[in-house]
Structures are given as structure tokens and as C-alpha cells.
């Protein structure tokens, strides 16, 4: 018996856009498939000679995701297909947004093991590019992925998971969409918990001097450091049972509205207008800065992991960010400031400092190792490509790995030394995608 299946919305004339502004392409034909058949559909139907490229949140800064001749997005295929409440593994479909998780998850007790502070991306995309969040013992999002399924350039469905082939599950985890369309992933959660945030500042060289102890010593921890000042901005996040009590006492309870006032109008709010001032004029940065590093004063609140870690991001930005091994990363984060003093820049964005554990995946930025993540950032209205090649030069030179998903100019040469199974990654590439239905320029550049 035969089974008709529906053609997938298709639109034509579209243009993709990416968060920061940064990729524009038109691709021939955008579709919107609302089942695993109807991409499957869509991958068997594609010219002979096209290619296909798959989109979640576009929030990634490089072209990972553009597509010239035709693009999928993955809005419509979102939403838990299983939870296993007995192993804690959740089973979702491709495109569900990271904010939307929480609310899934909420009525069975159970959360994310971790998150990073942007949660707008779709699953398939974090974990196709490495995303994380901090945490010295815990992983990216990719380290917690338990089974996935793909659509192959054949428009067949392949099955991987951690119980019956750990290897192969852990090759293709991250995959920059270069092997097929991700329809599906497993991954593995935990109970649902609260966070103890303590905020603060603190001297600049001394958080350096101490990263990996206080990396160690709480759950999450993380720094923003204002250039141009010798001050820091640190969280540290303590992972409590919901009902357990709060060492030290309870702290003050973030209400919808507090969190409104403290992260879109003083955060967003404040550090749009202060960019502005510095965009007007320039030499006014360091003392903008200063400002922003002095103003930080000590808080403490407890929530949900979620609203927690994850905050709005009104302002747009480039970045660049490279998982440095944890021990040569302080001494990165200190050349970085003396390169920009060489240069006399004006930086009025913070950079972000994180750790995670290592992990097992093969393209993963810290498998093999415990990480330091340094991200740069410059505010849009900025040209990333006069700042982020001398801060390359000093990430690489560091053992630095570059996010999949933020700016930088290496290719296949750099991450076969980077990565013990790159080559093995592109073999099975070439078995699986011979005439690049999934490739683009952009991967070209990664892959050769």
C-alpha cells in the first residue's frame, strides 16, 4: 500500500538572514517541512547537481547554515516525540528552539543538564556546532546527546545511538549539517533543579590567577571583562534541588517583572545607549567601560536553570570565541590585552570567559579536554574583520579550537590538527555525501 505524502510549504524569493547581520544569501527555493517524510521528500526531489542547506535559530555568525541554491528550515518540526522516564533521555524533534525546552520538560521534573546564555537556537543546530554553555563538569550541549537521526543524501532515515554503536553516534554529533538534515535527537537530561546566582566584581587579574580553582570550586562559573579596565564582571551559579535550602540563607526571588527591569532595561537598555555614546565617540570607551565594570554591584537571587543561565540579548554583535585547553587559557585572555593595547583598539564590548568539561565528541571543541572559552565580541555597527584575525592569531597560537558557529577564517589543514578524528569525519563524508548535496562554499572552506 502507498503512502502519498504531502508536499512540504516551499517559498520562493525568500532571503535568509542570520541573528547578527552578518550572512544574507536568497537561496532558489526555502522549505518548511512539517514531517521527517516530507524532508525526506525533499531531499529525493532535489535537482541532480543542487545542494541543500538546513537552518534552525541562524544564529550562528558564519555561513553554516546559508544555502545558495536551496535551504530547509526546521520551525515547523519541533516538540518531544519520547521521554524514557526511567533513563532520563528526552527524544526531540530537530527544530524545537532551546527556550521552548522547560515548559516540555516541566510537567515529567526533568531539565537540560546545561545551557549557554542564549537559548534561541534550535536542538539540531547546538548541537551541530558545539554549543555550550559553563561549567567545569559538564559538557556541551553535544556531550549529552544519547542518539540521533538523519535524513541521508539518498533521503533515507539512519539511526544513531549511544547503546548500539557509541562511535558512530560520537562522530557524526557534530556535523555542521555536512553529512544529512538532523530530524531528530536524543538527549540526556536531569532533574529538574534551581540555580543560586551570586554576581559580582572583581579585579581582573585576580580572577585570571585563580580560573581554574574557582572554575572548580563552584558549578557554573563565568567572567565578563570590560577592556580598557582591570575589572571583571563574575557569576558564579550553584545547582540547588527545587525546595532545598540556599546556603547562606534564601536570596531574593527574580519575579517577571524584576528580571524585565534588571536584564532588558538596565542590561539591554543601558548598554545600548552606552554603545551608542561610544560609537559617537569613540575615545570615550574606556571610560564607558570603566563605568559599566564599577556599576556591577553584588547580587544574589535564586531561579529555575533556565532563566538563569539563559538572558536576553537585544543588542546584536560579532563574535569570535576558541576553546583554549583550561590551562593555557588565562595567559590567552592576558595576550589578548596586550594586543589590544599594542594596537590602541576601542573595544566597548566584554569579553565572556567560560569553562566546560571534556568530552568524547569527535568535532566537538572540547573533546579531548577541559576548556576555557574566550569570546570577543564587537558591537554590529563594528567591521569584525579589523579585530578578529590578530585575536585568531592569539587563540590558535594558544591550542585554540574556534566555535562552528562564530567567526573565523581556518580550514581543513588547521582542523586536521586540531582533531584526532577530522580525517576520519571527512571519509565518511565523502561515503556518505559523494556529490556535496549537503555542501556549500562555506563548508568547502572546513572540509576541502
Excluded at 5 to 31: H, K
Amino acid at each position: 500500500m502507498s503512502t502519498t505524502i504531502s508536499n512540504p510549504e516551499m517559498r520562493t524569493g525568500a532571503t535568509f538572514r542570520n541573528w547578527s547581520g552578518s550572512v544574507s544569501t536568497s537561496p532558489s527555493a526555502f522549505y518548511y517541512p512539517a514531517t521527517i517524510e516530507e524532508v525526506q521528500h525533499i531531499v529525493r526531489t532535489l535537482p541532480a547537481g543542487r545542494s541543500v542547506r538546513t537552518v534552525g535559530g541562524g544564529h550562528s555568525f558564519t555561513p553554516v547554515a546559508a544555502g545558495a541554491d536551496a535551504m530547509i528550515s526546521l520551525d515547523k518540526l519541533a516538540g518531544i516525540v519520547r521521554i524514557d522516564p526511567e533513563t532520563k533521555r528526552v527524544r526531540f524533534l530537530a527544530g524545537t528552539r532551546l527556550h521552548r525546552i522547560p515548559e516540555y520538560l516541566q510537567p515529567f521534573g526533568l531539565a537540560l543538564a546545561n545551557q549557554g546564555d542564549i537559548d534561541v537556537q534550535s536542538v539540531a543546530g547546538a548541537i551541530s556546532t558545539s554549543t555550550h554553555g559553563t561549567g567545569i563538569e559538564w559538557t556541551g550541549f553535544a556531550g549529552t546527546v544519547t542518539g540521533l537521526s538523519l535524513i541521508d543524501a539518498s533521503g533515507d532515515r539512519r539511526d544513531y545511538s549511544i547503546d548500539t554503536d557509541p562511535d558512530a553516534l560520537r562522530l557524526v554529533t557534530v556535523s555542521l549539517g555536512a553529512l544529512g538534515v538532523i530530524v531528530e535527537v536524543e538527549m540526556q537530561c536531569v532533574d529538574a533543579f534551581d540555580l543560586l546566582a551570586e554576581e559580582g566584581a572583581e579585579s581582573l587579574d585576580t580572577v585570571l590567577d585563580t580560573w581554574e580553582e574557582r572554575s572548580r570550586a563552584v558549578d557554573h562559573y563565568e567572567a565578563f571583562w570590560f577592556p580598557h579596565t582591570g575589572r571583571a564582571m563574575v557569576k558564579s551559579n550553584t545547582r540547588l534541588a527545587p525546595g532545598a535550602p540556599a546556603p547562606g540563607g534564601e536570596p531574593k526571588v527574580r519575579g517577571r517583572f524584576t528580571r524585565f527591569i534588571e536584564d532588558d532595561l538596565i542590561g539591554n537598555g543601558a548598554f545600548a545607549a552606552a554603545l551608542a555614546v561610544a560609537r559617537a565617540v569613540p575615545r570615550a570607551t574606556p571610560k564607558l567601560n570603566g563605568i559599566a565594570a564599577g556599576a556591577m554591584a553584588a547580587n544574589r537571587y535564586r531561579s529555575r536553570a533556565h532563566d538563569v543561565f539563559a538572558t536576553p540579548r537585544r543588542v546584536r554583535f560579532h563574535e569570535m570565541e576558541f576553546a583554549v585547553p583550561l590551562e593555557a587559557g588565562p595567559e590567552a585572555v592576558r595576550e589578548i590585552r596586550r594586543e589590544m593595547d599594542r594596537r590602541n583598539w576601542l573595544i566597548p564590548f566584554p569579553l565572556e570567559l567560560r569553562t566546560t568539561a571534556a568530552d568524547d565528541v569527535a568535532l566537538s571543541t572540547s573533546t579531548g579536554r577541559e576548556s576555557m572559552y574566550i569570546a570577543f565580541h564587537v558591537p554590529k555597527a563594528m567591521n569584525p574583520h579589523e579585530f578578529f584575525p590578530p585575536i585568531q592569531d592569539v587563540l590558535h597560537a594558544a591550542g585554540g579550537r574556534p566555535h562552528w558557529g562564530k567567526m573565523h577564517t581556518l580550514g581543513r589543514a588547521d582542523f586536521a590538527e586540531m582533531y584526532p578524528r577530522f580525517d576520519e569525519f571527512c571519509a565518511l563524508r565523502e561515503q556518505m555525501d559523494p556529490t556535496r548535496k549537503f555542501g556549500s562554499e562555506h563548508l568547502k572552506q572546513l572540509f576541502g
